[in-house]
């Protein structure tokens, strides 16, 4: 199987070892992994502050580029950004670009999602040794369904212990410029994310957005807490 | 910004936020609850939303066809095209019906359109009968939430309140105080000789208005003045009476997880004889302002389909930590952040469609699946292509940096290395203030890639 | 007339932004879901539409008592205003009602809802009347003002009986819905007694409508 990486640009630049993971697990379950280097942003950041434009010419870029990619699949460590492509219909009033924004969708997997519904697969070979728990991404969990997926992977890694939050479903208050334009408000979503995360007594909370990983890590940190923020790849290529 | 203070305030009352906090997540526990006692919960809500979106499709027709039965039935329907006039129309009705007395039930609409203090120009008070409303009202304030209106006053708040309202005693028992202003408030149904109400649904087919409650006090303020004068926005009509099961069977338990509230009074016009029960004359006040404008795009017009449940309120982790007032309209929690920029427009509610995370949860809870994020994106490009409120010209450069960056890759990687190598990062005091950031990577994934990753593929990883 | 121009111009506005909404309508707009006929609730006996509605009733907070004879209810209405402290009472005009209060008149007031004046019917204790139907599903009461004077009675005073045929029971909503009549002005649904929370959300029973529903259920053959 010959499987595109939709790298991200926050995992590329800010959480690279998500993306790295994401190369290990899929190599190791036989995937041949191809990285086109002409691939940046999404657009995700201009389309949800409102910069239309933009984002219709990122989201074009973005679709040529999967357009020219001849791998079975397209796979990307983040949620939202998958879900970012699969609403590229929205953008378009042009019908031609509407098809090809469907057609790109229809190649295009969340990496968990991958994993198990299209390889099949809840055993990657992985071991962990440690008490985790699973942060429900928003827009993975509501726009692409993803809530079970994760968690099977996650039961399935040697020596881990997979604990469920009791909010796990709730926002962590990250939002993209959310978090800094009302950082106050984000905040107060996110203690309540992390008060929970602490009661739990795990080693480290997993989740499959490098987003909410940098704002529930970043409190995690200042509030002086030993929880490590961890993306799922990171825990799947673990050995 | 007015938003960004009030929400600072709001998140500065820790008594607020523990009010909040428990009756969100107690209203949620009870909707999740009562909604598996619906054998198809989510056919039930398909089945909503496409009476809502063939209503809305034809909406002239169906407030043609409910104001025609309603006035055959002996109700006088009279049409209001923004606040005001609706707020002069409901005044002259009062004069010309001599009120001295006025009581009034829940209504939203009635506070979008300022009823009462446009009343009081007339020297008219209305007095607040719903007991959250009445509270609100003795307190000099507005409401906080859709269905608990007093959610942000403490019993003892509420107690002082009634020692200085009432003269009563003040009490630390719930049952107590709610019980003086049963008292309080039955002297003003006794003498009342005007009731105003809302109209959660409106019935096309019968010229049938439905309001529903759980005080009875929505029944005592249409069922004892001789002059009913009932406030509705043009959304509220649907098609046919029997459609009327599949929102009663959505609205209660999405609202407070009840199966239904205690009473339901549907009202088909006036008495047909002089001697039954019941008011001399029912006027209903259609009213515009600012609705049918939403009727224009398919992603608009679901707004006009919400049945004012609350769910959305209960299910936002914004509203959860800030509640109604941050909001700064009658309209608050989601479902407001979409309706106020829309109704009392973009310039006046410019922060609303940000104040989000996106996260979702609200179009999850929705009973008629109003998809909530989408109209806030909508409404975000709108603020951003009309130019509104303040910070824009940072924003927009930032945007264009942003998109000529990524249209780049070499020139986005060049960036992004010398910032590495210099650790430049931007000195972003918002998120600072609170979050540590992590330091960058020495390599970045691509640089990885390029730098041994890429041909790794071959050995196992 | 102001209000004819309002009436014109509303549905002009909306007129105009719909055709412009919907000749735009984009092709994934929400789809109209198949029109799938709702569950069939499996039709159960009659003697299970009454044990149905009787626990609803327990579960929404209204007290009932099964009678089989006007005698019986004559007793068990006595009981009920005798337990309760009640004095004064008004009948509704069903002549059941005015049959049944004749015979518990011992030590009770009985007054008449149009003899009374508003603050007269304030002071009332117990208000009676029968139920055109009861909904099974949600134990509920229906009262149509076309059939009897019934929208005070089971609202102001704090007691109300209520005198309810099992034969009237309804298995759900939907079939009241589609057994009531818009030839009544007042259809009212009445599940339980009046209640809020509005207070620290604790839930407090009996406010502007009664605090004690009691049904009278008359069984029938």
């Given at each position: 199987m010959r499987v595109s990486l939709f790298v991200t640009c926050l995992a590329d630049q800010l959480w690279p070892s998500a993306a790295v993971g994401a190369v290990g697990v899929l190599r190791r379950l036989g995937c041949a992994v191809e990285f086109d280097e002409r691939q940046t942003c999404c657009g995700q950041p201009a389309f949800n502050t409102g910069y239309r434009p933009a984002a219709r010419t990122l989201a074009r870029r973005q679709i040529e580029i999967i357009e020219s990619s001849a791998a079975d699949a397209i796979v990307s460590p983040s949620g939202s950004c998958t879900a970012m492509v699969h609403h590229y219909d929205q953008l378009f009033d042009d019908s031609a670009w509407r098809a090809r924004a469907r057609g790109v969708a229809d190649r295009t997997h969340e990496l968990s999602s991958f994993l198990v519904n299209q390889l099949g697969v809840e055993d990657v070979g992985a071991s962990f040794s440690g008490r985790l728990t699973w942060h429900d991404a928003c827009h993975g969990l509501r726009d692409l369904g993803i809530k079970d997926e994760p968690r099977r992977l996650l039961r399935r890694v040697t020596g881990a212990e997979l604990v469920e939050l009791p909010n796990a479903e709730a926002c962590c208050g990250f939002g993209g410029t959310f978090s800094v334009k009302y950082p106050e408000i984000s905040v107060a979503i996110l203690d309540e994310k992390v008060d929970a995360i602490e009661r739990a007594g795990v080693d480290a909370v997993v989740s499959g957005d490098a987003s909410c990983l940098m704002q529930i890590a970043g409190r995690l940190s200042r509030r002086g807490s030993m929880v490590r923020a961890m993306h799922l790849a990171e825990v799947l290529a673990s050995k | 910004m007015t938003f960004e203070r009030d929400a600072r305030t709001a998140l500065a009352d820790g008594q607020l936020r523990g009010a909040l906090r428990q009756a969100t997540t107690l209203f949620g526990e009870r909707r999740r609850a009562a909604l598996s006692t619906v054998p198809d919960w989510e056919g039930a809500r398909d089945r909503a939303r496409a009476i809502k979106d063939e209503t809305l499709e034809h909406l002239d027709r169906y407030l043609e066809q409910f104001a025609a039965n309603a006035e055959r039935a002996g109700a006088r329907v009279h049409w209001a095209r923004d606040a005001a006039e609706a707020c002069d129309l409901i005044g002259a009705i009062a004069e010309r019906r001599g009120a001295r007395t006025v009581v009034k039930s829940k209504s939203m609409a009635t506070e979008e359109i300022h009823l009462n203090a446009a009343l009081a120009r007339r020297h008219i008070e209305p007095v607040e009968t719903d007991l959250g409303e009445y509270i609100v009202q003795l307190a000099g304030e507005t409401p906080s939430h859709i269905v608990v209106p007093a959610i942000?006053?403490?019993?003892?708040?509420?107690?002082?309140?009634?020692?200085?309202?009432?003269?009563?005693?003040?009490?630390?028992?719930?049952?107590?105080?709610?019980?003086?202003?049963?008292?309080?408030?039955?002297?003003?149904?006794?003498?009342?000789?005007?009731?105003?109400?809302?109209?959660?649904?409106?019935?096309?087919?019968?010229?049938?208005?439905?309001?529903?409650?759980?005080?009875?006090?929505?029944?005592?303020?249409?069922?004892l003045p001789r002059t009913h004068v009932a406030l509705m926005g043009i959304e509220k009509v649907i098609p046919?009476?029997?459609?009327?099961?599949?929102?009663?069977?959505?609205?209660?338990?999405?609202?407070?997880?009840?199966?239904?509230?205690?009473?339901?009074?549907?009202?088909?016009?006036?008495?047909?004889?002089?001697?039954?029960?019941?008011?001399?004359?029912?006027?209903?006040?259609?009213?515009?302002?600012?609705?049918?404008?939403?009727?224009?795009?398919?992603?608009?017009?679901?707004s006009l389909a919400c049945i004012r449940c609350g769910a959305c309120l209960n299910a936002c982790p914004v509203y959860r930590q800030i509640g109604g007032h941050a909001y700064g309209s009658v309209y608050p929690g989601p479902i407001g952040a979409v309706l106020s920029p829309q109704l009392f427009g973009l310039a006046r509610s410019a922060a609303l469609p940000y104040a989000s995370s996106l996260c979702g949860a609200c179009r999850d809870v929705c009973p008629v699946?109003?998809?909530?994020?989408?109209?806030?994106?909508?409404?975000?490009?709108?603020?951003?292509?009309?130019?509104?409120?303040?910070?824009?010209?940072?924003?927009?450069?930032?945007?264009?940096?942003?998109?000529?960056?990524?249209?780049?890759?070499?020139?986005?990687?060049?960036?992004?290395?010398?910032?590495?190598?210099l650790r430049i990062m931007p000195r972003l005091g918002a998120w600072t203030k609170w979050r540590d950031l992590r330091p960058l990577a020495p390599q970045s994934f691509r640089e990885q890639w390029r730098t041994g990753l890429r041909d790794a593929g071959d050995a196992d990883a | 007339?102001?209000?004819?121009?309002?009436?014109?111009?509303?549905?002009?506005?909306?007129?105009?932004?719909?055709?412009?909404?919907?000749?735009?309508?984009?092709?994934?707009?929400?789809?109209?879901?198949?029109?799938?006929?709702?569950?069939?609730?499996?039709?159960?006996?009659?003697?299970?539409?009454?044990?149905?509605?009787?626990?609803?009733?327990?579960?929404?907070?209204?007290?009932?008592?099964?009678?089989?004879?006007?005698?019986?209810?004559?007793?068990?209405?006595?009981?009920?205003?005798?337990?309760?402290?009640?004095?004064?009472?008004?009948?509704?005009?069903?002549?059941?009602?005015?049959?049944?209060?004749?015979?518990?008149?011992?030590?009770?007031?009985?007054?008449?809802?149009?003899?009374?004046?508003?603050?007269?019917?304030?002071?009332?204790?117990?208000?009676?009347?029968?139920?055109?139907?009861?909904?099974?599903?949600?134990?509920?009461?229906?009262?149509?003002?076309?059939?009897?004077?019934?929208?005070?009675?089971?609202?102001?005073?704090?007691?109300?009986?209520?005198?309810?045929?099992?034969?009237?029971?309804?298995?759900?909503?939907?079939?009241?819905?589609?057994?009531?009549?818009?030839?009544?002005?007042?259809?009212?649904?009445?599940?339980?007694?009046?209640?809020?929370?509005?207070?620290e959300l604790t839930l407090v029973v009996g406010v502007h409508g009664p605090q004690t529903v009691h049904v009278l259920l008359m069984e029938e053959a």
């Open positions: - | 942000h006053k403490t019993k003892a708040q509420i107690a002082a309140l009634f020692a200085d309202k009432l003269g009563i005693v003040p009490s630390d028992d719930v049952a107590t105080l709610t019980a003086a202003a049963r008292a309080a408030l039955r002297g003003s149904f006794a003498e009342a000789d005007l009731g105003i109400s809302g109209v959660n649904f409106a019935v096309a087919e019968t010229g049938t208005i439905l309001i529903l409650e759980n005080e009875g006090n929505a029944r005592l303020t249409t069922s046919r009476f029997a459609d009327l099961d599949v929102f009663l069977q959505l609205l209660p338990r999405s609202g407070t997880g009840q199966v239904l509230t205690a009473y339901q009074s549907l009202l088909t016009g006036t008495k047909r004889r002089p001697e039954d029960e019941g008011p001399e004359e029912l006027h209903i006040v259609v009213l515009d302002n600012g609705r049918s404008r939403m009727l224009a795009a398919a992603v608009t017009r679901q699946k109003i998809d909530i994020p989408a109209l806030l994106l909508h409404l975000r490009a709108e603020v951003v292509d009309s130019r509104v409120g303040k910070g824009r010209l940072r924003e927009r450069l930032a945007f264009s940096i942003y998109a000529a960056l990524m249209a780049r890759p070499r020139l986005f990687e060049w960036v992004m290395r010398f910032a590495r190598r | 007339m102001r209000s004819g121009d309002a009436r014109r111009e509303i549905l002009h506005a909306i007129r105009g932004n719909l055709a412009q909404g919907l000749e735009s309508a984009p092709p994934d707009r929400l789809s109209a879901p198949a029109s799938s006929p709702p569950v069939p609730l499996s039709v159960p006996e009659r003697g299970d539409v009454v044990k149905h509605f009787t626990e609803q009733l327990t579960a929404v907070g209204a007290q009932w008592t099964v009678v089989r004879t006007e005698a019986e209810a004559a007793a068990a209405l006595a009981r009920i205003l005798t337990d309760a402290g009640a004095r004064r009472v008004v009948g509704s005009d069903a002549p059941l009602v005015q049959r049944l209060l004749q015979s518990v008149k011992n030590g009770l007031v009985i007054d008449r809802l149009e003899r009374l004046s508003r603050d007269a019917l304030f002071a009332c204790d117990a208000g009676v009347t029968t139920a055109q139907w009861g909904i099974a599903d949600t134990g509920t009461l229906v009262l149509e003002s076309a059939r009897e004077q019934s929208r005070l009675l089971s609202l102001v005073p704090p007691i109300h009986v209520a005198l309810l045929s099992t034969r009237c029971i309804c298995d759900s909503l939907r079939e009241a819905l589609g057994r009531v009549s818009v030839a009544s002005h007042a259809i009212t649904f009445i599940t339980g007694p009046s209640r809020t929370s509005d207070i």
